[in-house]
């Protein structure tokens, strides 16, 4: 059975026999919610298009040190061939995961300590949207050898007015692999803004 996380909640990355983890699938998703009311929302079926990007920091010593460390539908593929984003989605719409992160955590070399994973609305200015207008977003691990889902985060807090989400972090300590549940909504505009907080 997978574990739902609470906002902060940290645990072990194990298999469920409690053998070591070795490769893992970090899926993300969310929902257009209802708009209420007005012309345009009974014209559109109520419901917008959300381009919502995934993407992840790859940090050393806990920081982000050199834009060739960030995976996202921009670089789909980390250097060291270790982090495998599966390709933007650009609509949100559909079941399950919208976006996925596959991981090999025996390849990750020694000097990268953090991985931080974040959702931010592409033009999410320009098209006035923001993470309120969305619904049931949550990060999941799945142990990609038995397929099996270890921990689920649903991110369920207030985040209107906020552009972009940490959803959540996979972080090294000494030998042993651990997820953190973070849930913070900011109002970083894209990859940029965000960057300078991890740096």
């Not at 050393?60 to 250097?79: A, C, I």
């Not at 320009?126 to 691990?141: E, L, P, S, T, V």
């Not at 038995?146 to 985040?159: A, G, I, K, Q, W």
């Amino acid at each position: 059975m997978a574990v739902n996380l609470q906002k902060g909640q940290k645990i072990s990355l194990k298999k469920s026999d409690g053998k070591e983890l070795t490769h893992l699938m970090v899926g993300l998703g969310w929902d257009a919610a209802e708009q209420k009311g007005g012309f345009f929302g009974k014209l559109f079926g109520g419901k917008k298009d959300f381009d919502c990007d995934a993407s992840v920091f790859v940090c050393q010593d806990g920081k982000f040190v050199d834009h060739d460390d960030l995976v996202y539908f921009g670089n789909l593929e980390h250097r060291s061939h270790a982090i495998k984003h599966m390709g933007d989605n650009l609509t949100g719409e559909g079941e399950g995961d919208d976006e996925q992160i596959f991981i090999d955590l025996q390849q990750i070399p020694n000097r990268y300590d953090k991985l931080i994973f974040v959702v931010n609305i592409y033009k999410a200015v320009d098209r006035k949207q923001h993470f309120g207008m969305i619904k049931n977003a949550y990060i999941r691990i799945i142990d990609n050898d038995t397929h099996e889902e270890l921990c689920r985060f649903n991110l369920s807090d207030d985040y209107t007015d906020m552009l972009s989400m940490i959803a959540g972090e996979v972080y090294r300590r000494g030998n042993e692999w651990k997820f953190n549940a973070v849930g913070t909504g900011t109002k970083d505009t894209g990859l940029n803004d965000l960057a300078k907080r991890f740096r």
